[in-house]
């Protein structure tokens, strides 16, 4: 069994910046890549940034520049430092993991979500 917990979430002004963290534990025999995605009422869920082991990284448009996404391997901890937030960064942002739960058998996890309001 393999759980995410992510937590950061929160109202922030625009401008602002806000940090959300997402750990994975349980049976994970390695990790292929971790990242984030969101989902804004109405809208289709979407990548916003992925980090591969290799540490090698990407991002959607909208948030180059201002996210950056990073990982701690030790803690199996990925992080979304989310800077100069507009209110169309609104959204549920999700962290997903795609890992080997087995030498052979390939697995993708979600978090359970966490809101994120820009506003004034």
């Known amino acids: 069994q393999v759980q995410l917990e992510e937590s950061g979430g929160g109202l922030v002004q625009p401008g602002g910046s806000l940090r959300l963290s997402c750990a994975a534990s349980g049976s994970i025999f390695s990790i292929n890549a971790m990242g984030w995605y969101r989902q804004a009422p109405g809208e289709e869920r979407e990548l916003v940034a992925v980090?591969?082991?290799?540490?090698?990284?990407n991002y959607a448009d909208s948030v180059k520049g201002r996210f950056t996404i990073s990982r701690d391997n030790a803690k199996n901890t990925v992080y979304l430092q989310m800077n100069s937030l507009k209110p169309e960064d609104t959204a549920v942002y999700y962290c997903?993991?795609?890992?080997?739960?087995?030498?052979?058998?390939?697995?993708?996890?979600w978090g359970q979500g966490t809101l994120v309001t820009v506003s004034s």
């Open positions: 997903k993991l795609e890992c080997l739960v087995t030498r052979y058998w390939y697995r993708e996890f």
């Open positions: 980090i591969f082991n290799n540490g090698s990284t």
